[in-house]
Each structure stands twice: as structure tokens, then as C-alpha cells.
């Protein structure tokens, strides 16, 4: 990550195709070790093609990843059900309403308050 940071500054820096010198330079400045294995790599994937275009697609690609949690499978589930999107946002209010009255009960155990 820290070698794909060093070529975005650079790049935000101005300098629209990063040298492997120029990435170095970055990591050299914050102290940070420059790896030439994963400096080559990386330039050799981005070589010839736009930043804007390679981080759009790589956003297309992140949109098809699941966050994990509940959320993500009743997402999915609404669409593959069809009409039934209505059925499930009532599901979603008790789940609300449950974890607001847990955090008053744990308010509760405690007995005492951080800020008195």
C-alpha cells in the first residue's frame, strides 16, 4: 500500500508517470523502506494507463465486494425477491429499536456516569 500511496502523491504531485526513483524519493522522505520488487511491479501494471481510469475501475470493481455484516445479505436478498424491498426495510426498524434499548441497559449496569 505504501508504494501505491507514494505513486498517487506523485502523481498528485504533478508528475504524471512516476519513475521508480521518484517513488523511492517519497518513501526515503518519511522514512518508510522502498521495496524494487513491488516498485517494478506496480509500475509495470500502471505503465501507459490513466490514474483516473484504473481507480474508477478498481471502485467497479470494490462496488461488487460484500461489506460483510447483516446488511449486505438483505440487500442482496430485496432485489432477488422483487417486490418484496417493502418487507424488508420493517424488518430492519425492531434490529433498531433492540440495539437503542441496549445501549440503555448497559447505561443502566454501569450506575454511575464518566462525566459527573
Given at each position: 500500500?505504501?508504494?501505491?500511496a507514494?505513486?498517487?502523491?506523485?502523481v498528485?504531485?504533478g508528475?504524471?508517470?512516476?519513475?521508480?526513483?521518484?517513488?523511492?524519493?517519497?518513501?526515503?522522505?518519511?522514512?518508510?523502506?522502498?521495496d524494487?520488487?513491488?516498485?517494478?511491479?506496480?509500475?509495470?501494471?500502471?505503465?501507459?494507463?490513466?490514474?483516473?481510469?484504473?481507480?474508477?475501475?478498481?471502485?467497479?470493481?470494490?462496488?461488487?465486494?460484500?461489506?460483510?455484516?447483516?446488511?449486505?445479505?438483505?440487500?442482496?436478498?430485496?432485489?432477488?425477491?422483487?417486490?418484496?424491498?417493502?418487507?424488508?426495510?420493517p424488518?430492519?426498524?425492531?434490529?433498531?429499536?433492540?440495539?437503542?434499548?441496549?445501549?440503555?441497559?448497559s447505561d443502566?449496569?454501569?450506575?454511575?456516569?464518566?462525566?459527573?
Amino acid at each position: 500500500m505504501k508504494v501505491i500511496a507514494a505513486y498517487l502523491l506523485a502523481v498528485l504531485g504533478g508528475n504524471t508517470s512516476p519513475s521508480s526513483d521518484d517513488i523511492k524519493d517519497i518513501l526515503g522522505s518519511v522514512g518508510a523502506e522502498a521495496d524494487d520488487d513491488r516498485i517494478d511491479l506496480l509500475l509495470s501494471e500502471v505503465k501507459g494507463k490513466d490514474i483516473t481510469e484504473l481507480i474508477a475501475a478498481g471502485r467497479e470493481k470494490l462496488a461488487s465486494v460484500p461489506a460483510g455484516g447483516g446488511g449486505g445479505v438483505a440487500v442482496s436478498a430485496a432485489p432477488a425477491a422483487g417486490g418484496g424491498g417493502g418487507a424488508a426495510a420493517p424488518a430492519d426498524e425492531p434490529k433498531k429499536e433492540e440495539k437503542v434499548e441496549e445501549k440503555e441497559e448497559s447505561d443502566d449496569d454501569m450506575g454511575f456516569s464518566l462525566f459527573d
